[in-house]
């Protein structure tokens, strides 16, 4: 069975940096793509990251584009999501995805795809 878990959310301050991970499990990710997104109270789940399986291709949210570094560590089958900088619009649950069929590129986040529980982010002004 598949499992995806999230750790490493928190409380910071604006300004700090939390570092985000995602343990894999049941199945070996380093030919999917695997992402993060988040959901903030009141709004609809958004794009974060995502990293191809080899992580040579990343692509990044705009609004968090320069402060997140999203990597991967494959032997480890982890997923991880550096986050510097924090504003308080970063505040969200952060969820890990990966994709359901392995494959060469960095979509993923399909309602199809595996997907953990999240993890909550709150940054304070």
């Known amino acids: 069975q598949v499992q995806l878990v999230e750790s490493g959310g928190g409380l910071v301050q604006a300004g700090g940096s939390l570092r985000l991970s995602c343990a894999a499990s049941?199945?070996?990710?380093?030919?999917?793509?695997m992402g993060w997104f988040r959901q903030a109270p009141g709004k609809e789940r958004e794009f974060v990251a995502t990293?191809?399986?080899?992580?040579?291709?990343?692509l990044y949210a705009d609004s968090v584009k320069g402060r997140f570094t999203i990597s991967r560590d494959n032997a480890a089958n982890t997923l991880y999501l550096q986050m510097n900088s924090l504003k308080p619009e970063d505040t969200a649950v952060y969820y890990c995805?990966?994709?359901?069929?392995?494959?060469?590129?960095?979509?993923?986040?399909?309602?199809?795809?595996?997907w953990g529980q999240g993890t909550q982010v709150t940054v304070s002004s």
């Open positions: 049941g199945r070996t990710f380093s030919n999917h793509a």
């Open positions: 995805a990966a994709s359901r069929i392995p494959h060469s590129g960095i979509r993923v986040g399909a309602q199809n795809d595996f």
């Open positions: 990293s191809s399986g080899s992580g040579d291709r990343t």
